[in-house]
């Protein structure tokens, strides 16, 4: 892996300072106080966690700055609408995933029972010389994977058999 452009760099120790500068004025202002939110406990980590990433202690830590985007979730707080909106959003993904998954086991349930019926016509067909000029149709259903994606470009993409 190449080292990050000079400018990249000092973007990033700039905004560093920004969360350290921030986090020092909490502590000024909060004092006892700054423990009792979760918020600033995330921040308190993702400060510290970055700071020893920076030295060189531990290099896997440097994933740890993606942790700064889950502090835009903060300002998510503020407005009411668009937190619930995204909750909503939230609930639907998981219902999403779940009907994907859904589709996969039905479809893939199918391919293996194609592998097993179809695939011996198909390889007469072929040897009998049915498809000249396609490469694809001979092995279309030689395997599971190759019948999931017959059935895929088939039935979700809408292409032709041929």
Same mark, same amino acid.
């Given at each position: ?15 560093y300072l920004c969360f350290v *500068? ?22 308190? =980590? ?23 985007? *889950?502090?835009?979730?903060?300002? $998510?707080?503020? @407005? ?12 639907? @993904?998981?219902?999403? $995933?779940?009907?994907? @998954? ?37 092995? =279309? @259903?030689?395997?599971? $994977?190759?019948?999931?994606?017959? $059935? ?7 292409? =032709?058999?041929?």
């Amino acid at each position: 892996s190449s080292a990050p452009p000079v400018w990249a760099s000092i973007l990033i120790d700039v905004c560093y300072l920004c969360f350290v *500068v921030e986090l020092g004025l909490r502590i000024i202002v909060e004092q006892r106080m700054l423990l009792k939110s979760r918020w600033n406990i995330l921040d308190i =980590s993702i400060v510290v966690w970055l700071g020893i990433s920076g030295l060189g202690i531990v290099r896997v830590v440097r994933l740890g700055r993606l942790l700064r985007l *889950v502090r835009v979730l903060k300002l $998510f707080s503020i @407005f009411k609408e668009l937190r619930r909106l995204i909750q909503m959003m939230g609930s639907c @993904f998981k219902t999403l $995933f779940w009907s994907l @998954f859904l589709l996969l086991l039905v479809m893939t349930t199918w391919a293996v029972i194609a592998v097993e019926l179809i695939n011996p016509k198909v390889q007469e067909l072929a040897a009998a010389g049915y498809w000249e000029g396609c490469d694809r149709c001979r092995r =279309s @259903f030689s395997s599971t $994977f190759d019948a999931n994606l017959t $059935f895929f470009q088939t039935v979700v993409a809408g292409d =032709s058999w041929g």
